[in-house]
C-alpha cells in the first residue's frame, strides 16, 4: 500500500500534465481537481476515482474495485479502489485512466467564494 500523500502527489502530476489542478477538501477526505472536475477523492472509503462510464464496466473488473453508491444505487463512471491493491504500478495506471478522462472534460467556471449575507441581499 501507498501512503496518503503519494497518492494524491502521483494522480495530481499526472493531472498537471493537462492544466491547472488544485485540492478540495470532499467526500470526507481530500479530492484532486482537474480544470474544477474531480479526478479522484481519498478518503477512509478508499480511494474514489472517475473513470467515466465508457470505462466503468473494465474499471470495475479490476481487482479491488467496487463501484460508488449514492443511497444504495450505483454511480455509473465512478469507483473506489481498494489502498490495500495499491503499489506503484496499479496507481499509476489508475490515475492515468481517471486523468484520461477527465482531462476530456470541459472545465468547469470557477465560482465565486460566498460569504455570509447580510439581511439586505436576502
Known sequence: MTDDQ???AVIEAA???HGST???AMFGGTGVLLGGNMVAA?????????VGKEQHA???????TR??????KP????VYVDLATLDAPALAG???????????????AARQARGPRSFEER
Open 15 to 17: 493531472a498537471a500534465r
Open 75 to 78: 454511480m455509473e463512471g465512478y
Open 22 to 24: 488544485s485540492r478540495i
Open 94 to 108: 489508475w490515475a492515468d485512466m481517471a486523468v484520461g478522462h477527465v482531462a476530456a472534460l470541459p472545465a468547469k
Open 42 to 50: 481519498l478518503s477512509e472509503s478508499g480511494l474514489l476515482l472517475r
Open 6 to 8: 503519494t497518492i494524491l
Open 67 to 72: 463501484p460508488m453508491e449514492v443511497r444504495g
Open 58 to 64: 473494465a474499471a470495475l473488473a479490476l481487482p479491488g
